[in-house]
């Protein structure tokens, strides 16, 4: 089984910058891709930024120059460094992690969320 614990979420004033967490823990053989994706109320989840083994990065325009996704692979953890926040950036964030199973079968995975506020 493998689980995404995210943390990082809050409060933040327009302009100003946090960091999300996701750390993968269980049993996998490899990770294949790490993404974050956000939910506005309202609104359908859309991908916010994603990151492969290799280093390849993708973002979303609406983020991009602002969001910058990165890796700790020792520690299997993701983070999303989010600066000059909009309150538009308001949602739940999810991470996701692309997973070669111990099976060797191809495993995606959620996270439970977290919140980010954006106000003043």
């Known amino acids: 089984q493998v689980q995404l614990v995210e943390s990082g979420g809050g409060l933040v004033q327009p302009g100003g910058s946090l960091r999300l967490s996701c750390v993968a823990s269980g049993s996998f053989r490899s990770i294949n891709a790490m993404a974050w994706y956000r939910q506005a109320p309202g609104k359908e989840r859309e991908l916010v930024a994603s990151i492969r083994s290799g280093g390849t990065t993708h973002y979303a325009n609406s983020v991009k120059d602002r969001f910058t996704i990165s890796t700790d692979n020792a520690k299997y953890t993701v983070y999303l460094q989010m600066n000059s926040l909009k309150p538009e950036d308001t949602a739940v964030y999810y991470c996701?992690?692309?997973?070669?199973?111990?099976?060797?079968?191809?495993?995606?995975?959620w996270g439970q969320g977290t919140l980010v506020t954006v106000s003043s």
């Open positions: 996701n992690g692309q997973f070669q199973a111990i099976s060797w079968r191809y495993l995606e995975v």
